[in-house]
């Protein structure tokens, strides 16, 4: 690993793991049983792509629980808390349409990732399939579920312009043309499930990128409280 | 003819009882579609209900530490646990149905109360040793109960059985690799162990149910062989394992008596998390509802099954 694709190693998997911690809090929340099971599934998924990518950076356990907030390098998408959901179904299905593009550009190229991504783009075929499904049954299903699945989309629109910004790292990506293939494989989904397309900017205002430097949102130091409390609370300590 | 056709029920009756009895007495199994006493199929909704509830009330205590585990690795260890739970649920209310009730009317019933969970869920998780005296001491007394139930007379249920225990008997082993690791550990989390195997050791006991001569179902159980060992036999057979995997941890085993008092409030619903429980399980419910009327509306529109 050069300490560029540290960078990159550390942005896909902090993507990962942040998601993956999102997911988990559905665990015994779900509207359904079949979801407590899906949704624990693809957090682990997720789990599993975090702990290899981190892997490659250092000691996972320390990366996770060890870095405070300003060191993240995630997505803000993926930090977002999980409302209801459609809220939790729209994050879903912006973030695994990325990363079904990323990773299928990354596995047929040649670079460092190249392996992880073509083991990891099995798994995100099926988040983003599921994720596709619930956004059908959302949006073309009652006339509530149309309105909170429009609502979902449209309240994490401005978080979705940071995926296409270039990652430290993250060689060999056409980033115009992954912004390009997303756009169109969620606008023909939220088409086919009668929903609309939101306008406005697909970023932040007061700056691009910004998961990316470390410039997460109020949420998200929170979350990590959570997440880091035990561990940092025994130093030293193995579990 | 009303004369000859109630002779002729009240013979294929006789006759149906006897082929049952005698199914039973050889140790066949009865499955969904043979003919069986309407106590005996009330007696396998109501336990096969239970056992499924317990499945999905048990997902709680352990779910409040995902978001807290410790290390990546346990926590993706817990996160498949709890899953695996969600997945029991899911076989337990399909084996419950083949016998003519549906998952909606059980999870009706538990929201209203009516229908019971294990006792032992209603106890809070207050350490994250507490995931691993949940693995080592409830998973491993589910399974001394469960794998009897494997032989249970009842297919549908018997098979479920096989497949649960397999599971239970993995996240047995890592809820006691969890204790072992902090047992060896710093003197906090060997404090922290400790405390855990204090506070859940007598409600372990307690998941075998109340004493032989207060257990109102289990002689008609037995002789049906739903039930193959007594709850008493099986709670000694528990305690007897225990005490060596107790001594390997290099932790001790509290002494004393069970508080049948405690265990009948807990019962009553006077438990520490009774309320707690019953309430998140309602609230997922009731705020999941647009989630699968959503569902059903699509599949009506688009004339396809629900999504899975």
Not at chain 1, 216 to 228: D, K, N, S, V
Not at chain 2, 59 to 71: D, F, G, V
Request: hydrophobic share 40%; net charge negative.
């Amino acid at each position: 690993m050069t300490p560029s694709s540290s960078a990159g190693a550390l942005a896909l998997g902090d993507d990962a793991l942040v998601l993956s911690h999102r997911l988990g809090e559905w665990a015994g929340h779900a509207p359904v049983l079949e979801e407590d099971v899906a949704l624990a599934n693809i957090a682990l998924d997720l789990l599993g792509q975090a702990r290899v990518l981190l892997s490659l950076v250092g000691d996972e356990d320390e990366l996770a629980y060890l870095r405070e907030e300003r060191a993240f390098r995630n997505l803000q998408l993926v930090e977002q808390e999980n409302g209801d959901f459609g809220h939790s179904i729209a994050r879903q299905l912006y973030f695994s349409t990325y990363q079904q593009l990323l990773y299928g550009q990354l596995a047929a190229g040649d670079g460092v990732f190249a392996p992880l991504a073509a083991k990891a783009v099995k798994e995100v075929d099926y988040h983003r399939d599921h994720a596709e499904q619930w956004t059908l049954r959302l949006g073309d299903g009652t006339a509530e579920s149309h309105e909170r699945m429009q609502r979902g989309l449209d309240a994490l629109w401005r978080f979705t312009g940071e995926m296409f910004q270039p990652v430290e790292g993250v060689d060999g990506v056409d980033w115009q043309s992954l912004h390009t293939s997303w756009h169109t494989s969620v606008s023909s989904v939220l088409k086919r499930a009668t929903l609309t397309v939101p306008e406005g900017p697909q970023t932040g205002s007061w700056s691009a990128g910004a998961g990316r430097q470390g410039l997460h949102t109020e949420p998200f130091g929170r979350m990590l409280a959570e997440m880091q409390h035990l561990h940092r609370s025994h130093p030293g300590a193995t579990w | 003819m009303a004369t000859v056709a109630y002779g002729t029920d009240r013979t294929d009756e006789a006759a149906r009882q006897a082929a049952f009895d005698a199914a039973v007495a050889a140790d066949e199994r009865i499955e969904p579609r043979d003919w069986m006493p309407d106590a005996y199929r009330a007696s396998l909704v109501r336990q096969m209900a239970q056992h499924a509830h317990s499945e999905i009330i048990g997902m709680q205590p352990e779910a409040n530490w995902i978001t807290r585990a410790p290390s990546l690795r346990r926590k993706a260890i817990l996160m498949a646990k709890v899953q695996d739970e969600a997945g029991h649920g899911l076989y337990l209310y399909s084996a419950a149905e083949t016998l003519g009730t549906s998952r909606e009317e059980l999870l009706d019933k538990l929201h209203a109360g009516r229908q019971r969970y294990s006792s032992i869920f209603n106890y809070p998780t207050l350490t994250w040793a507490d995931v691993g005296a949940i693995g080592w001491l409830v998973d491993g007394a589910a399974i001394t109960n469960q794998v009897p139930l494997c032989r249970c007379s009842y297919g549908p249920y018997a098979r479920a059985m096989v497949r649960i225990c397999k599971e239970e008997s993995f996240h047995q082993r890592q809820g006691y690799e969890l204790l072992l690791a902090l047992s060896r550990g710093t003197p906090a989390q060997h404090a922290m162990a400790q405390d855990a195997v204090d506070r859940w050791w007598w409600p372990s006991l307690m998941m075998f149910g109340p004493p032989d001569e207060e257990s109102g179902h289990s002689a008609q159980s037995m002789a049906w062989k739903i039930k193959r060992h007594s709850n008493d036999e099986l709670r000694r057979r528990f305690i007897e394992i225990s005490g060596p995997q107790a001594d390997a941890l290099g932790l001790t085993l509290p002494t004393g008596e069970i508080d049948w008092d405690e265990f009948k409030e807990v019962l009553k619903g006077n438990g520490p998390c009774n309320e707690q429980r019953i309430a998140q399980r309602r609230r997922a419910h009731e705020e999941g509802a647009w989630v699968r009327d959503a569902a059903v509306a699509y599949a009506a529109k688009h004339g396809e099954g629900k999504p899975s």
